[in-house]
């Protein structure tokens, strides 16, 4: 719960600040948001903010374009069967669509093909271009791939069928023989843009088919660039600019029908809407099956395939859902299997490969590790799946230095994609491990956060918020900004959602209020309830309801400089308790310990706690776990004291009720001892059970009172048997140590189990003033 993400923050030349904010009329914060993007000048930040059409490059540059566009003109002019190639993803389809739309407009004669992800799998597929070609395609256009796909590309130019490759994945040292190979990096290409995506690489190649930009396309190009998250900088932030604009006035019934039913009016669509809500659905029905029916959904010109479709589209969004909710449920239940690995890494063969990647992801923000997720094909002895990192490490060389062992494996920084034999996989997880080793050193892996700016009181404005809007689309190479609030109190917060794992809360400084909102964070909520001192990064917005446009801030992360110690009273005790590794875990009951002892995971450490000895030193960074209770409040008070620089889990397990059950009345006493007077002997065995009928109180209670008697020298015990002595002198109940003890424990439970937290808050601070106290959970 508790983040140990590393903040940077940037550092400006206030001075730079200062002249550039008056020349532009704009604010520091916003100017220092410019100088992180490089705009150092007012005519910079006027040409950014201000995208137009002159950002749109010659499609021309693009290498083998002219031969290309000459090559499906032919093809149109000679009536001949063109086939677009395309790919299961947002981008694949938008990219599809894009080409048949602009061969269409054209004249062309042209139909579609969309691999399936499980069948014919990504890319130029041999058994795929055949039977095209045996249906009487007669020119083969590939978008968002092809690049990579030499076999069925020369098995198709060996049958007499030309192929025109669209691409913008990662070149290969050789490239397939294709008949033209359109590629923004290509390496005799001279594009002055090398990062569009495919969708982008389609809408060039339409440009340069129709001799001028196609309106109608630019939306769907702009949805395939946001959903394949590639650089929004030069000639993508144009399209995403221009797209969103024309995305609010679509006439497509399509995207007008998965929009309505996604609850989303196109006039408060922006690059965030895209990329969380519509294109999530888009890729879902890839990653479960056939993908063509996207292509139909978005070029249908009838209302009613348009709802149908739009319906379809979406309930595979919720199956995919509930797969990724499945999977990673299954995945964090494991995970105290793998605390000491570097990069975790985890296989299952009931794991659906269209969804891995999401899992990864979810997986390693959770745990800030760099995360594979794989499944396992038991028949073919075969292994795949998908991998993320987080920022600041290096995934992809991490896991090529193992690529010895892999079948296949391609990918980026941030995330790759890989295939190995399952007899390998031991081998593998072994392996990367080291790899990581190396690249980190000795450091822990840690996921870094870029703080763009600070912002307080009266700058946390709406204005602000207006003028940041001014650096959107937001999306890779233009993040949105990060921004830290410091030394925050909680006013208010509470869980949120149908399924309560949201936070909201209200946050304050100086009397200056915000609002707060975090998205899959409903473990914050104890955290803020104990209302700490907090430093919180994210994101700035303006959240409007019923006319009142009011800042609020996105949560992303949170720090404390303070020692914490978080209230786990109501959770339990079982196995799962015991399997942290960086854990200490303290013990005041004897009986307790030696019943969880054996189960405390190696790595970590122990102690049971005694008067009469130290209490164990425990390296810093560890986390302390304070099992149960003591007998008396100090003993506890003294363990807090003593781990106050380190993090506590308060579990406080009191197995015995005694504050529930309180202390027997004298009246009971009194008639316990009038009725052992009458009987003389008891048998406790055999007669214990009347008294328990006779007091109405539980065995526990009656074996209390029989101690209290006993220890008065009232009664003796031997050999199973109690017996009144005669005469005993008078002594009072109170004064025994055993009634004096039950006094201890029920005040400690009062204190420490039944409290409320506030309650037990005061009690701590109280007493160890050097600590702030949080209440928390995992």
């Not at 010659?58 to 009536?79: C, G, H, T, W, Y």
């Not at 396309?217 to 590639?230: P, Q, R, Y």
């Not at 609010?248 to 039913?261: E, I, P, W």
């Not at 164990?616 to 106050?644: A, L, Q, R, S, W």
């Amino acid at each position: 719960m508790l983040s140990n993400t590393r903040w940077k923050t940037r550092e400006f030349d206030e001075s730079n600040v200062a002249k550039l904010a008056e020349e532009t009329n704009r604010s520091k914060t916003f100017v220092r948001l410019c100088l992180s993007r490089g705009l150092d000048t007012k005519a910079a930040i006027e040409n950014f903010t201000e995208p137009t059409a002159e950002w749109f490059h010659d499609p021309f540059l693009l290498f083998d374009m002219e031969k290309s566009v000459e090559r499906i003109q032919q093809a149109i002019a000679e009536n001949e069967l063109i086939t677009v190639y395309g790919d299961y993803d947002a981008d694949g389809v938008t990219s599809t669509v894009i080409m048949l739309e602009a061969i269409e407009m054209s004249g062309g004669r042209v139909n579609y093909f969309i691999p399936n992800r499980f069948k014919e799998g990504y890319g130029p597929n041999v058994e795929a271009f055949e039977q095209m070609i045996n249906e009487g395609t007669q020119l083969i256009i590939t978008v968002d791939n092809g690049i990579a796909g030499h076999e069925a590309i020369e098995k198709a130019q060996n049958l007499g069928v030309d192929v025109i490759v669209t691409d913008h994945h990662e070149c290969p040292a050789e490239l397939p023989k294709a008949f033209s190979i359109v590629h923004p990096k290509h390496p005799d290409g001279q594009y002055p843009f090398k990062d569009l995506a495919g969708a982008g690489v389609s809408l060039k190649v339409a440009q340069a088919l129709l001799g001028e930009m196609p309106q109608e396309l630019i939306e769907l190009a702009m949805i395939g660039t946001v959903a394949d998250l590639v650089s929004l900088t030069d000639e993508n932030r144009a399209l995403v600019y221009f797209g969103l604009k024309l995305i609010r006035q679509t006439d497509r019934l399509g995207l007008l029908a998965l929009l309505m039913k996604s609850s989303l009016k196109p006039e408060d669509i922006d690059e965030e809407a895209i990329g969380f809500k519509l294109s999530p659905p888009i890729n879902a029905v890839g990653r479960l099956g056939d993908a063509s029916m996207v292509v139909e959904l978005l070029k249908t010109f009838d209302e009613n395939e348009a709802e149908k479709l739009s319906e379809i589209v979406l309930q595979k969004n919720e199956e995919r859902k509930e797969l990724v909710e499945s999977i990673t449920s299954q995945a964090m239940a494991e995970l105290t299997n793998y605390n000491g690995d570097k990069v975790v890494v985890m296989k299952n063969p009931d794991w659906h490969e269209g969804v891995l990647g999401i899992v990864a992801s979810r997986i390693a923000e959770k745990v800030s590790k760099p995360t594979l997720i794989l499944t396992e094909n038991l028949e073919e002895n075969k292994i795949k799946g998908s991998g993320r990192s987080i920022p600041g490490f290096n995934l992809y060389d991490c896991v090529n230095q193992t690529k010895e062992l892999l079948s296949s494996f391609g990918g980026h920084e941030m995330a790759c994609g890989l295939s190995l034999k399952s007899s390998d996989f031991d081998t593998f997880r072994q392996e990367i491990n080291l790899s990581a080793e190396r690249l980190a050193g000795e450091e822990t892996i840690v996921k870094e956060l870029e703080i763009d700016s600070t912002a307080e009181g009266e700058e946390l404005s709406v204005k602000l918020v207006e003028e940041i809007a001014l650096l959107r689309p937001f999306g890779q190479d233009n993040k949105k900004p990060v921004f830290k609030l410091s030394d925050m109190k909680t006013v208010q917060s509470r869980v949120i959602g149908a399924n309560q794992n949201h936070f909201k809360a209200v946050l304050a400084k100086a009397g200056k209020e915000i609002d707060m909102i975090a998205f899959n964070a409903s473990d914050w909520n104890p955290v803020f309830t104990s209302q700490p001192q907090l430093d919180v990064a994210g994101y700035l917005d303006i959240n409007e309801w019923n006319g009142n446009r009011k800042v609020q801030l996105q949560g992303i992360d949170f720090k404390t400089n303070t020692p914490v110690i978080i209230d786990k009273r109501k959770s339990g005790l079982n196995s799962a308790v015991f399997q942290q590794e960086n854990a200490h875990y303290l013990f005041f009951s004897e009986k307790n310990y030696k019943k969880w002892e054996a189960a405390i995971i190696e790595g970590a450490t122990s102690q049971l706690y005694s008067k009469d000895s130290s209490i164990d030193p425990v390296m810093d960074g560890k986390t302390i776990y304070i099992i149960d209770i003591p007998d008396e409040t100090t003993d506890f008070f003294n363990v807090i004291e003593e781990f106050k620089n380190q993090e506590i889990y308060l579990f406080l397990y009191a197995p015995h009720d005694y504050y529930f059950k309180g202390m027997p009345k004298r009246e009971t006493f009194t008639r316990l001892y009038k009725w052992l007077l009458k009987k003389q002997e008891i048998n406790l065995k055999k007669d214990t059970r009347e008294i328990i009928s006779l007091l109405k109180v539980d065995k526990e209670i009656v074996k209390f009172m029989l101690m209290v008697f006993l220890e008065n020298e009232f009664v003796t015990i031997e050999d199973g048997k109690l017996s009144v002595v005669e005469n005993p002198g008078k002594k009072s109940l109170e004064h025994t140590k055993t009634y004096k003890r039950r006094l201890n424990q029920i005040e400690v439970e009062e204190k420490l189990v039944y409290s409320s937290f506030n309650e037990l808050l005061a009690a701590l601070k109280n007493k160890t003033s050097d600590s702030v106290i949080h209440n928390g959970g995992l």
